[in-house]
């Protein structure tokens, strides 16, 4: 249960996941310049250390890196290593609250499983 | 230019009354801050007291050392965009630029006529005439086009409408974002400005309640959610500072960290705004 309705995370966590969405679609493609820190903070309306810290995240992992009085550039193999990061959460972050909901409507496995096999069949 | 300013044991009292109680905090230079507080706080006070605007009854204000009270030199960094309007009622918005230009040389005419544009202001039209609205706009745009150090925001987007508001805020960070300096914004729109400002101050009955990073300040609190008698025996010995009931659930806001064992409760962090409320709400603190 949750009173807000917001996605509640950190400001910086929902930009680098927004880069990530970005680099994984081909919005932002490998090699590429990104928006600068300005850009992302006006677009979002707020404040610049927020979404410097969420590039910064993605610089730390090397998604992103710097080209010193440039900008902030995809690095190559980017995209791979989104999906690597991206599959490795997977299990916590879709699995293990699908399951947590499946108890609470008391869901067999079976039925679970039934409902995936019936998703893919839809792909 | 990168002193901060000082402010030191500051009080103001009007008679009996009490406006500001030996405030004492910095701000640092080229932060984007929120003054919060409720209405009659003390947040029009400090920031009159910083532009010498009035005279503190005790305390002292510093910056680079200097005592800016009646010092030319250090106010000269400074800009407060007030409540009240100064102009002369008859003067137009484009004499305005012409003679604010002449008494701070830092003001940028040509950016004024742009944001003008921008907020479709007309410059010709006289002070007297602008809606509640555009008197607001008319003042955020000399604010935002004076260059120095320190702007001071005095309610500045009473009376804007939604669009205007959106492009005033996206105005500032820009503006920010190519000629940092410190951004004072004394507002209610607290969910508004909640993302943009780094640091905030928060004013109750004449003293600072808070004064530090924002998101330093939201993670000494949190809430927990979950079925009524299960949160109130959670909260005892804790520091509860406030409960909304929903039929059988309960939501309590608490100071401190979480307990590392809260089962059967959903533990999230308050927005700024929330946390703003139970604080400021009675005598809690």
Not at chain 1, 86 to 101: A, G, H, K, N, V
Not at chain 2, 61 to 84: H, K, P, R
Request: hydrophobic share 40%; net charge negative; aromatic share 10%.
């Amino acid at each position: 249960m949750n009173f807000n309705l917001n996605d509640d995370r950190p400001i910086f966590l929902q930009i680098a996941e927004g880069i990530e969405d970005g680099i994984l679609t081909g919005g932002f493609p490998e090699e590429s310049q990104i928006p600068s820190i300005t850009e992302f903070s006006v677009l979002y309306k707020i404040n610049p250390a927020t979404a410097l810290k969420g590039i910064n995240l993605l610089v730390d992992t090397g998604i992103l890196y710097k080209k010193r009085g440039i900008g902030m550039f995809v690095a190559a193999g980017a995209v791979a290593a989104v999906r690597r990061n991206r599959q490795q959460q997977f299990y916590e972050s879709y699995i293990l609250p699908l399951i947590r909901e499946a108890v609470n409507l008391n869901l067999t496995k079976i039925e679970i499983i039934s409902m995936i096999e019936k998703g893919f069949s839809n792909e | 230019m990168n002193e901060a300013i000082i402010i030191k044991d500051l009080t103001k009292k009007y008679g009996s009354l009490c406006a500001l109680d030996h405030v004492s905090l910095t701000l640092e230079p080229n932060h984007i801050y929120g003054l919060l507080g409720r209405n009659g706080a003390g947040k029009t006070t400090m920031l009159n007291l910083i532009n010498n605007r009035i005279f503190p009854t005790e305390g002292e204000i510093l910056y680079g050392n200097e005592n800016v009270t009646e010092n030319s030199s250090a106010q000269n960094q400074f800009f407060l965009m007030s409540e009240d309007t100064y102009y002369p009622e008859n003067m137009r918005v484009q004499e305005a630029f012409l003679w604010t230009s002449k008494f701070h040389p830092s003001f940028d005419p040509e950016y004024a006529k742009s944001l003008a544009d921008k907020f479709q202001l007309n410059i010709k039209s006289r002070s007297k005439n602008l809606s509640t609205g555009y008197r607001s706009i008319f003042k955020l745009i000399i604010a935002l086009s004076i260059n120095v150090p320190f702007i001071f925001f005095d309610e500045p987007v009473l009376g804007l409408d939604a669009n205007h508001r959106d492009l005033f805020y996206r105005l500032l960070l820009e503006k920010y974002s190519e000629k940092p300096a410190t951004y004072v914004l004394s507002t209610h729109l607290i969910e508004e400005v909640a993302d943009i400002i780094e640091d905030l101050i928060i004013i109750k009955q004449g003293k600072i309640l808070a004064c530090e990073n924002k998101e330093e300040f939201l993670s000494k609190a949190y809430t927990v959610a979950g079925e009524s008698r299960i949160v109130d025996a959670y909260c005892q010995d804790r520091k509860c500072i406030g409960t909304e009931n929903f039929g059988g659930l309960k939501l309590a806001y608490l100071l401190g960290r979480p307990a590392p064992d809260t089962q059967g409760l959903t533990v999230s962090t308050p927005d700024l705004q929330k946390l703003f409320i139970k604080l400021t709400n009675d005598d809690l603190l």
